[in-house]
């Protein structure tokens, strides 16, 4: 029987132990909130961009790419609101030297009695709350004088409004049109953990649909209820996913309207992409402080700035969910075994191809090493001879491998493999000759 049973110490040790995530700068101490992906990681975090891409620019013929750079001219953020407004209240404590967002303090521990909160003890002696931008700061050019200060971005999104009229003009797009960006973003968060829910470098994948004005609210509904087709399609189960609607106090400065697609982390119901409507903000924003008309002009001349409605997520909140949702762990036969119940298309390595007696005279590893040379030319596959069957099943089963091709002595006789499901446990017998063919099949279902 299968169960609920994902927390995140479980999550994190699995991907440690299988090699999806790593500490940064593990062998210095490390760097709060900063996480280096392994193999696994860069296989899954990659099969996830390219779903986003194909359903955001491959599959419609309204939405355009852009990778617009990291570092922008300054301007642009304070333009955007971001040097002004994108700060978070903190307080200092005196005596255990900690710092912590103000508004959370109930979240919080205190340094010295973790069992308390910041300002619970007699000892605590917190200062007032003072503002802290979260953007990276750095310089640019050879001195680091005050002239040269510039941002590493705190979201992609500004890079997309600034490249309006390069794409409007070059794309030759008409509202209702997008552009989509996946990037690097960087913000000093400060009360950061949860493993990859909050990071200080985080991969975004942000879209903005540009929409005539009276046209916003329709989009913006379209949207959010795209987004969760999209989830579900994913392979999130319904019941971790909701739609909650931002509140009047809670919503950005930009927003004319947000709604959150939440999923239910071990930490709770959280933020896993926003959905806003940024009306015309930002496009006015920019034309004011650069001088620059973002509109768009009708051919019958007629000129509007259009509406914004933005999906912004970060690929380390999908793959943190993903994982979750496929964590389980099972008895089958007396024997405990956790897996990784992953939609293929999600599955970092989409077959394993296993001679089950790994010695050379048994005859098995060379048809093995054939037919996965075949297979890897189309497909993520890996070749497994060390250990004995069932360790090398559990291992495929931990990293979410959704089948397993063995080749045993009735292949010697009469050229057939067992294909293994990771889920059901069952197994067939192929032809060996069919098994890439299996295999396309498998996963375009
Ligand atoms: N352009 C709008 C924007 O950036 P946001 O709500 O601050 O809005 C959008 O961020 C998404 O980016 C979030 O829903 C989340 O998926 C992701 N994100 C934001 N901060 C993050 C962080 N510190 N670590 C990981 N992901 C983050």
Redesign the pocket.
Known sequence: MSTDVATMDKIVSLCRRRGFVFPSSEIYGGLGSTYDYGHYGVLTKNNIRSLWFSSMVQERDDIVALDSAVILNPRVWEASGHVEGFTDPLVDCRTCKLRFRADRLEDSQCGRKPSKKPGETPDCDLTEPRQFNLMFETSVGALAEGGSTAYLR????QGIFINFKNVLQLARRRPPFGIAQVGK?F?N?IT?GNF?????E?E?M?MEFFVPPDEGERWHAYWIEERMRWYRELGLRDSQLRVREHGPDER?HYSLATS?IEYLYPIGWS????V?YRGEYDLRAHTEASGTKLEYVDPDGSRYTPHVI?P???I??ILLAVLIDAYAEEEVEGRERTLLRLRPSVAPVKAAVLPLISKADAGMVEPARRLYEELRVHHFVEYDDGGNIGRRYRRQDEIGTPWAFTIDDVTLEDGTVTVRDRDSLAQERLPLEGVLAWLDDALAR
């Open positions: 705190p979201e992609t999104a973003s913000r968060e950061p990859l829910f909050r990071l200080r985080f975004q942000e950005s959150d933020e896993l992409e926003g806003a933005e912004a997520v970060s380390d909140r």
